[in-house]
């Protein structure tokens, strides 16, 4: 029973990573072979990544996406933390106020509000910039209730005897409060980076200008374009699915426990 | 001096008024970037979007208040019927299927053992795959010559334009998109599965209970909190998708994968038609909410707490 299930498991999980295996038989792929086929050619792979790297612009966004998913990850973690840690333990006028609104935008998704979003950065002038790429997004709501969860289970205590001692509110905050709220940031810093490094829509909406694109954008372009092979394309794609994947797997502890809050029974 | 100081208790020093006010200002410094930015990027935005799917406007002018003329003129336009009827049918045909599988799967995986921890780390890649990669490589195994006709093949099957067909281009993205939540899925209710008490399994057992007894009147009524919130964001998810349809097919052909999202971006950016994108938005809003209040009162009734 055990051993039909373990191998019924295996051959599961082997279906579903072909698609991941496709990938890279693609990517290896001269035009000419059959793409249905599962020859792997590491030469013509590395031919490809080296052609993407040095003609065309492909270096260019992936800049371009590490400088929005890295910004936007740090961006959300000191904002989201430093908000979460006030509204779960100082007291300050219209906290009540905040936190409401915070809530009631978590029902909100930036599909809903693209058209006003886009004209609120357009009357910034951040069409074509990196702030209207970033500052839109550099902060959640779910960001900010999820430092606020974990921040209520910090002992007040704890805060009070260093009040006592003479530290300063924001010194409580930097030196006490953050290092306890630590596994929450590095949930949401991972969570905000593959959300951003994987964000299509709002760069394609703000920015006309290829040489800020991400990789969503850049990708989408190649893709259309004739110059490029499959093979070229679908190895611009693997590069793209490594970052995620590294960081997914160094942070997977704090990957499940973000993909989870809410679903379990605490 | 001294002594007089010593003799006031901490506790008291600490919530003093000097206290109150270095509390409400470092507070009130901590939370204002969030104050600003919730106001000026959602709220603003929220309202701003509800009024303009009362007028007319085209970014050139000013918006005309028009009234409730968006939301006739969606009543009588085909396009965004047709986009609603996609809608439905990609969140249907992609929640179902991934729901089931997942905890097909979810079920044996979540048991101990050095293994199945193993294989839970694989089934995670899929779902940590950006989304734009995932579409991509899914255009080539959906490609004349790709591998999903190959698979087809091996059963005697003649290739299939899978992505220029318009039975088949929803039910292409249907496939891919399932297999990107799926792992997703799979994750959540392993975790909900391995936070149930293990003592009611173990009683369920001795009292002799078969496995699928257990698993429909144990398994599911305990894990029916995780499978609520795997169902909405499902199905919140599947309505706003936008990048499958996107880069697998732009819509096409004639419209057969044209979703609510890809409708609403070609009105408002395409044809820069801002109100009529704004009331889109507004509908698509509601039945969002609707949908995820319905799921809370029929899968919660009856749960106390």
């Not at chain 1, 052609?51 to 904002?79: K, T, W």
Request: no cysteine; hydrophobic share 55%.
């Amino acid at each position: 029973m055990k051993v039909v299930r373990g191998t019924l498991l295996t051959l599961v999980v082997a279906v579903l990573l072909l698609p991941v295996y496709a990938m890279f038989a693609v990517s290896s792929a001269s035009d000419a072979t059959d793409l249905g086929g599962f020859a792997f050619d590491v030469s013509q792979l590395g031919e490809h990544v080296s052609q993407l790297f040095n003609q065309g612009d492909f270096p260019v966004y992936l800049r371009n996406s590490l400088i929005l998913a890295l910004g936007i990850g740090v961006l959300e973690v000191i904002f989201s933390s430093a908000a979460g840690y006030a509204l779960a333990q100082l007291r300050f006028p219209g906290s009540g106020v905040l936190f409401a609104l915070i809530v009631g935008t978590l029902s909100l998704s930036p599909i809903v509000v693209l058209v006003p979003m886009y004209l609120i950065v357009k009357e910034l002038g951040w069409i074509n910039s990196y702030q209207g790429m970033i500052v839109p997004f550099m902060m959640s709501a779910f960001g900010v209730f999820l430092v606020r969860q974990f921040a209520l289970a910090i002992p007040h205590e704890l805060l009070l005897s260093a009040r006592v001692d003479g530290a300063s509110e924001f010194r409580i905050f930097v030196r006490i409060a953050a290092p306890l709220l630590r596994p929450a940031l590095l949930t949401l810093f991972l969570l905000q980076f593959l959300a951003q490094w994987d964000n299509l829509l709002w760069p394609l909406i703000v920015a006309n200008d290829p040489g800020l694109w991400p990789l969503p954008v850049g990708l989408a372009q190649i893709q259309t374009e004739y110059d490029f092979s499959i093979g070229l394309v679908s190895t611009a794609a693997l590069i793209t699915a490594v970052p995620p994947l590294v960081l997914m797997f160094l942070l997977q502890r704090y990957y499940v426990a973000g993909l989870t809050l809410g679903g379990v029974r605490k | 001096m001294t002594v007089s100081l010593r003799l006031v208790p901490p506790v008291a020093r600490v919530s003093g008024k000097g206290q109150r006010w270095a509390e409400a200002r470092t507070g009130g410094l901590l939370a204002l970037p969030a104050a600003v930015y919730f106001l000026v990027f959602w709220l603003v935005p929220f309202v701003v979007a509800v009024y303009l799917s009362f007028t007319s406007y085209d970014l050139a002018g000013t918006p005309e208040w028009t009234g409730l003329d968006n939301y006739r003129r969606m009543l009588g336009d085909p396009g965004f019927w047709n986009s609603a009827r996609v809608t439905a049918a990609y969140t249907v045909g992609s929640v179902v299927p991934s729901i089931v599988l997942g905890l097909a799967i979810a079920v044996p995986l979540s048991k101990p053992g050095r293994y199945n921890a193993f294989l839970r780390g694989l089934v995670m890649i899929p779902a940590a795959m950006p989304l734009v990669a995932t579409s991509m490589v899914w255009s080539v195994i959906f490609a004349e010559k790709g591998l999903a006709n190959a698979l087809i093949g091996l059963v005697g099957a003649a290739p299939k334009p899978w992505l220029t067909d318009e039975g088949l281009a929803l039910w292409a993205l249907v496939i891919m998109t399932t297999w990107k939540h799926l792992g997703l899925f799979v994750i959540i209710l392993t975790a909900g599965l391995q936070g149930l008490p293990l003592s009611v399994f173990e009683a369920a057992e001795l009292d002799g209970a078969g496995p699928v007894r257990i698993f429909y009147r144990i398994t599911l009524p305990l894990l029916r909190r995780t499978l609520l919130f795997v169902l909405v964001i499902a199905v919140v998810g599947a309505m706003q998708s936008f990048v499958p349809a996107f880069l697998l097919t732009k819509g096409g052909p004639a419209g057969a994968t044209e979703v609510l999202p890809l409708y609403l971006w070609a009105t408002g950016f395409g044809f820069e038609r801002m109100g009529y994108a704004s009331a889109i938005a507004m509908v698509l809003l509601v039945a969002m909410l609707l949908l995820s209040l319905v799921q809370f009162r029929v899968l919660r009734g009856g749960e106390e707490g």
